[in-house]
């Protein structure tokens, strides 16, 4: 779309949003029904497309896509009218007979911006929770994930007037378009080098934002950690979309002592969930395209491999990779990994697993395998956006839990 385009639609909206129309919960109820139905009919549909995009198999795809998306649904329906209700608060003596309240409202014209690696969940899941608020949508899918953007389109078209939620297609130039037209609200999800333009181009309006970033995630396995059931439960984090999760552990602080009894139940493990040959399972799969494959192939020969390291390019397939040696100060260490290559770096105390995570910036996921009482006072120590005790990746999976990092996570 055109600019001119862009801001005809957001004038569009703003018109739509000015009648009162989205402030009524029975409207947001009706279009909340409304998406949950049509995202029913249409899921063979999405199945397809994000097979066609990053190669997920059915099971993953409603795992971490729809059945999430339908979830957030179920949640916002139950919820709405609570969340839409007026609440009163104490009003003081020299108010008397006055009565105090805080009232919920919509932002208005809200921007969502979503990434590839959940191209449906993490386009939907937003438009849910801006729906159930009383706005109205513009969504802006990426380009890199062409087959869902194109059946988000489908479905938002066949259910809803551009006045109130419209799909906006294309690149870099409508990124920029959208930016620069002036929303009440923008929710971005994506890499922190983008986050830092959607800011920029927000503070020039003053818009108010959600940023969902990333960043380099730790994992530590402590003594006391359920060895087996730890490497079964990072393995299957790690594998996750083949690694390009933003919550995904990125890297193992683990106590030297349980090294090489971790790594044995590391490669059990992949083999447990993928089989023999990670390459022939349906369930896993490829990098997003062949610029992201080499990034992320370039780290294998950061570090000794101890279980995986085959890759294909022409399949953009990664093995799930665990390496060890790796230099602190090596790219892999540095960058977010979004990949299934996970560096392993031994600690002795639990200070210096701690001094590890602290010194570096502020990831949106911590997980922590061993005794409850020690993780606890790790997750008192750092900061991050979530985290989990004795498991990966669950926490995202409450509606309940609010879901966003810290600094540049």
């Given at each position: 779309?055109?600019?001119?385009?862009?801001?005809?639609?957001?004038?569009?909206?703003?018109?739509?949003?000015?009648?009162?129309?989205?402030?009524?919960?029975?409207?947001?109820?009706?279009?909340?029904?409304?998406?949950?139905?049509?995202?029913?009919?249409?899921?063979?549909?999405?199945?397809?497309?994000?097979?066609?995009?990053?190669?997920?198999?059915?099971?993953?795809?409603?795992?971490?896509?729809?059945?999430?998306?339908?979830?957030?649904?179920?949640?916002?329906?139950?919820?709405?009218?609570?969340?839409?209700?007026?609440?009163?608060?104490?009003?003081?003596?020299?108010?008397?007979?006055?009565?105090?309240?805080?009232?919920?409202?919509?932002?208005?014209?809200?921007?969502?911006?979503?990434?590839?690696?959940?191209?449906?969940?993490?386009?939907?899941?937003?438009?849910?929770?801006?729906?159930?608020?009383?706005?109205?949508?513009?969504?802006?899918?990426?380009?890199?994930?062409?087959?869902?953007?194109?059946?988000?389109?489908?479905?938002?078209?066949?259910?809803?007037?551009?006045?109130?939620?419209?799909?906006?297609?294309?690149?870099?130039?409508?990124?920029?378009?959208?930016?620069?037209?002036?929303?009440?609200?923008?929710?971005?999800?994506?890499?922190?080098?983008?986050?830092?333009?959607?800011?920029?181009?927000?503070?020039?309006?003053?818009?108010?934002?959600?940023?969902?970033?990333?960043?380099?995630?730790?994992?530590?396995?402590?003594?006391?950690?359920?060895?087996?059931?730890?490497?079964?439960?990072?393995?299957?984090?790690?594998?996750?979309?083949?690694?390009?999760?933003?919550?995904?552990?990125?890297?193992?602080?683990?106590?030297?002592?349980?090294?090489?009894?971790?790594?044995?139940?590391?490669?059990?493990?992949?083999?447990?969930?993928?089989?023999?040959?990670?390459?022939?399972?349906?369930?896993?799969?490829?990098?997003?395209?062949?610029?992201?494959?080499?990034?992320?192939?370039?780290?294998?020969?950061?570090?000794?491999?101890?279980?995986?390291?085959?890759?294909?390019?022409?399949?953009?397939?990664?093995?799930?990779?665990?390496?060890?040696?790796?230099?602190?100060?090596?790219?892999?260490?540095?960058?977010?990994?979004?990949?299934?290559?996970?560096?392993?770096?031994?600690?002795?105390?639990?200070?210096?697993?701690?001094?590890?995570?602290?010194?570096?910036?502020?990831?949106?996921?911590?997980?922590?395998?061993?005794?409850?009482?020690?993780?606890?006072?790790?997750?008192n120590r750092t900061s991050s956006g979530g985290a989990c005790l004795n498991d990966t990746i669950m926490h995202i999976a409450n509606e309940a839990l609010p879901f966003g990092g810290v600094?540049?996570?």
């Amino acid at each position: 779309m055109t600019n001119s385009e862009i801001q005809e639609l957001l004038s569009s909206q703003r018109s739509f949003f000015a009648t009162g129309a989205t402030l009524k919960t029975e409207y947001r109820i009706s279009a909340l029904k409304k998406l949950k139905s049509a995202i029913k009919t249409h899921e063979a549909d999405i199945m397809a497309a994000l097979k066609k995009d990053l190669g997920k198999g059915s099971q993953e795809s409603y795992m971490c896509e729809v059945g999430l998306t339908l979830s957030e649904i179920s949640y916002m329906l139950s919820h709405v009218k609570r969340f839409a209700r007026e609440r009163t608060v104490a009003t003081p003596l020299a108010q008397f007979a006055s009565r105090s309240y805080v009232k919920p409202s919509p932002y208005g014209n809200v921007l969502i911006m979503s990434p590839w690696n959940y191209p449906f969940l993490l386009t939907m899941e937003p438009l849910v929770d801006a729906l159930a608020a009383g706005n109205t949508a513009i969504v802006k899918p990426s380009a890199y994930s062409p087959a869902a953007s194109e059946i988000i389109g489908k479905i938002i078209s066949e259910i809803f007037p551009p006045e109130y939620v419209a799909v906006v297609t294309g690149g870099r130039a409508e990124n920029t378009c959208l930016l620069d037209a002036g929303f009440d609200y923008i929710f971005f999800t994506g890499s922190k080098a983008v986050g830092k333009e959607v800011m920029r181009h927000a503070a020039e309006h003053l818009t108010p934002i959600t940023l969902e970033l990333g960043g380099k995630s730790p994992c530590i396995v402590d003594r006391g950690a359920d060895i087996p059931v730890a490497a079964r439960r990072i393995a299957w984090g790690k594998c996750l979309n083949a690694g390009q999760t933003c919550i995904a552990p990125d890297y193992l602080l683990i106590h030297e002592e349980l090294l090489e009894e971790f790594i044995d139940a590391f490669r059990d493990a992949v083999r447990c969930l993928l089989g023999d040959d990670p390459r022939q399972s349906r369930h896993y799969v490829r990098i997003v395209n062949e610029r992201a494959f080499d990034r992320v192939a370039s780290y294998i020969g950061q570090g000794t491999v101890r279980v995986g390291g085959h890759s294909d390019r022409a399949e953009r397939y990664i093995e799930p990779t665990l390496l060890t040696k790796v230099d602190p100060a090596a790219p892999v260490m540095r960058e977010e990994i979004f990949g299934p290559v996970l560096p392993v770096i031994p600690f002795t105390t639990r200070q210096q697993a701690v001094d590890f995570i602290t010194a570096r910036e502020k990831p949106l996921a911590l997980y922590y395998f061993g005794p409850e009482k020690q993780g606890r006072e790790i997750l008192n120590r750092t900061s991050s956006g979530g985290a989990c005790l004795n498991d990966t990746i669950m926490h995202i999976a409450n509606e309940a839990l609010p879901f966003g990092g810290v600094g540049n996570s």
